[in-house]
């Protein structure tokens, strides 16, 4: 199972670290992404890394301005999300690939967390 946190709200310019952590299990040996879903809209791909972490892959609506990153010891995705934009707002999901390489199709990820909420007010 996964479980998201670390949403919230904060001001447009601002900054969050959303966390992944799989309990009760391991992610291995898989890759691990995140969508985000706003009122109205499709889950869309934010990011994803491989499970070695030596790929990572980004939307371009969030390039240079989000990173990933992972710790397999501790079972747990990071998403560090800078330079925040209202348009940022949506409901953040962490996901566990079929595979070792990331790929940016929801239908390429087989668990899924709850959702965590990010709010960025202008």
């Known amino acids: 199972q996964l479980v998201e946190s670390g949403g919230g709200l904060v001001q447009a310019g601002g900054s969050l670290r959303l966390s992944c952590a799989a309990s009760?299990?391991?992610?291995?040996?898989?890759?691990m992404g995140w969508f985000r879903q706003a009122p109205g809209r499709e889950r869309d791909f934010v990011a994803a890394?491989?499970?070695?972490?030596?790929?990572?892959d980004y939307a371009d609506s969030v390039k240079d301005r989000f990173a990933i990153s992972k710790d397999n010891a501790k079972n747990t995705v990071y998403l560090q999300m800078n330079s925040l934009k209202p348009e940022d707002t949506a409901l953040y999901y962490c996901a566990a690939a079929r595979t070792t390489i990331p790929f940016r199709r929801a239908t390429d990820f087989a668990s899924w967390g709850q959702g965590t909420q990010v709010t960025v007010s202008s």
């Open positions: 890394i491989s499970w070695s972490g030596s790929i990572t």
């Open positions: 009760g299990g391991s992610f291995g040996p898989y890759a």
